[in-house]
């Protein structure tokens, strides 16, 4: 299967800014950040195409930025003007997503 190593994440004051790096053991042609806060279900946050063609959750339009290395099988969300609300576990996967998940990245956002 392939494996799904998330980073980045971390603690920061709101209206700051983190950027999330996911590096795939193998090419994923539809890839997506989700995300978990505590007592809520896991959403997808965006996604992204190999052709480069995104989808952002309403919330986040604006904000954040996702974007991939092919080359690499990275794929990336900058996460800018976060609020307390962003706070959550954040994963990236295929979209639709595997049956599994990785550790996923805490973000953290607080004054």
């Known amino acids: 299967q392939v494996q799904l190593v998330e980073s980045g994440g971390g603690l920061v004051q709101p209206g700051g800014s983190l950027r999330l790096s996911c590096a795939a053991s193998?090419?994923?042609?539809?890839m997506g950040w989700y995300r978990q806060a505590p007592g809520k279900q896991r959403e997808l946050v965006a996604r992204?195409?190999?052709?480069?063609?995104?989808y952002y959750v309403d919330s986040v339009k604006g904000r954040f930025i996702i974007s991939r290395d092919n080359a690499q099988n990275t794929l990336y969300l900058q996460m800018n003007s976060l609020k307390p609300e962003d706070t959550a576990v954040y994963y990236c996967?295929?979209?639709?997503?595997?049956?599994?998940w990785g550790q996923g990245t805490q973000v953290t956002v607080s004054s």
């Open positions: 193998d090419t994923i042609l539809n």
């Open positions: 996967n295929k979209y639709p997503s595997f049956q599994y």
């Open positions: 992204m195409s190999f052709e480069g063609v995104t």
